[in-house]
């Protein structure tokens, strides 16, 4: 049974950065794609970043890219998302995602089988 953890979020003001957390366990060995997801208040959630555990190929929203990086230790046992340059609309819950190997994307929140409990981001000016 595959467990994440998010930590890492806060208040920050606009223009500042954060490093988001996310510790995982339960994985067995093999292909799988993990994702940092949003959820601002009244709006669907979306898909901020992803990354192929094997290929360590990425996919950003185009809102953030440039501005957030996704990232995953050598162990893969976490995986980790800086941002830089928040803005007011960066502000949402953050949620760090997995699946199984295949289609590894931002569009499809609906396909990630595990999910963690999420961490606040604020972003004010």
């Known amino acids: 049974h595959v467990q994440l953890v998010e930590s890492g979020g806060g208040p920050v003001q606009a223009g500042e950065s954060l490093r988001l957390s996310c510790k995982t366990s339960?994985?067995?060995?093999?292909?799988?794609?993990m994702g940092w997801f949003r959820q601002a208040p009244g709006k669907e959630r979306e898909g901020v970043a992803v990354?192929?555990?094997?290929?360590?190929?990425?996919n950003y929203a185009a809102s953030v890219k440039g501005r957030f990086t996704i990232s995953q230790d050598n162990a893969k046992n976490n995986v980790y998302l800086e941002m830089n340059s928040l803005v007011t609309d960066d502000t949402a819950m953050y949620y760090c995602?997995?699946?199984?190997?295949?289609?590894?994307?931002?569009?499809?929140?609906?396909?990630?089988?595990?999910w963690g409990q999420g961490t606040q981001v604020t972003v004010s000016t």
């Open positions: 339960g994985y067995t060995a093999g292909r799988y794609c």
């Open positions: 990354i192929d555990s094997a290929s360590a190929s990425k």
């Open positions: 995602a997995a699946k199984g190997g295949g289609y590894c994307g931002t569009d499809s929140p609906e396909i990630f089988a595990s």
